[in-house]
T-cell receptor, first 113, second 115 residues
Framework: QKEVEQNSGPLSVPEGAIASLNCTYS??????FFWYRQYSGKSPELIMF????GDKEDGRFTAQLNKASQYVSLLIRDSQPSDSATYLC?????????????FGAGTRLFVKA | DVKVTQSSRYLVKRTGEKVFLECVQD?????MFWYRQDPGLGLRLIYF???????EKGDIPEGYSVSREKKERFSLILESASTNQTSMYLC??????????????FGNGTRLTVT
């Protein structure tokens, strides 16, 4: 079982719709959860992080965390063509002396104009 | 603003060559990481370091080694490059201490091709 799993997609939504991206993780001791966006040929950039159960909103983005279900999601409201990218779910897990970040394989999102 | 600089954007090396990938960060971060990214596999952790002269194996360390002689610099070494090490390599850093909630700051990546 992979430590962090995402549906690879592609996920296609029309402009203005809500895009829903999902992620599950295997380590119950995971502390922090991140969503990164990666455009083709570019490095990942942070969109949001969350570490408490519930929802966290930032503009058009909402991250949701359910530790009991080991589930993280990202909602993108009013999707724009510029949101078309690969979205990476990442989880911090405990390691000797500190934490390491493990990534899912990413979900490709296409927003159609 | 944190800057993580990788020395080369593109590299082409021959099988069997020793390859050095360099990464420098300018924000006094304790933690530094090397990932490789391949289509369909996402980012996979190769090695990381929490302090100078300290290193920890990630999930796929075979065929790689690292060096951290100074806090700001973390080098990835391919002792004898092989074609299956053709990949995008990403360096990242975070502050230590309460770093469990800190996101990774990435460099621009090095696209390595081994022929």
């Amino acid at each position: 079982q992979k430590e962090v799993e995402q549906n690879s997609g592609p996920l296609s939504v029309p402009e203005g719709a809500i895009a829903s991206l999902n992620c599950t993780y295997s380590d119950r001791g995971s502390q922090s959860f991140f969503w990164y966006r990666q455009y083709s040929g570019k490095s990942p950039e942070l969109i949001m992080f969350i570490y408490s159960n519930g929802d966290k909103e930032d503009g058009r983005f909402t991250a949701q965390l359910n530790k009991a279900s080991q589930y993280v999601s990202l909602l993108i409201r009013d999707s724009q063509p510029s949101d078309s990218a690969t979205y990476l779910c990442a989880v911090n897990t405990q390691n000797t002396g500190g934490f390491k970040t493990i990534f899912g394989a990413g979900t490709r999102l296409f927003v159609k104009a | 603003d944190v800057k993580v600089t990788q020395s080369s954007r593109y590299l082409v090396k021959r099988t069997g060559e020793k390859v050095f990938l360099e990464c420098v960060q300018d924000m006094d971060h304790e933690n530094m990481f090397w990932y490789r990214q391949d289509p369909g596999l996402g980012l996979r952790l190769i090695y990381f370091s929490y302090d100078v002269k300290m290193k920890e194996k990630g999930d796929i360390p075979e065929g790689y080694s690292v060096s951290r002689e100074k806090k700001e610099r973390f080098s990835l070494i391919l002792e004898s490059a092989s074609t299956n090490q053709t990949s995008m390599y990403l360096c990242a850093s975070t502050p230590g201490g309460a770093g469990r909630n800190s996101p990774l700051h990435f460099g621009n990546g090095t696209r390595l091709t081994v022929t």
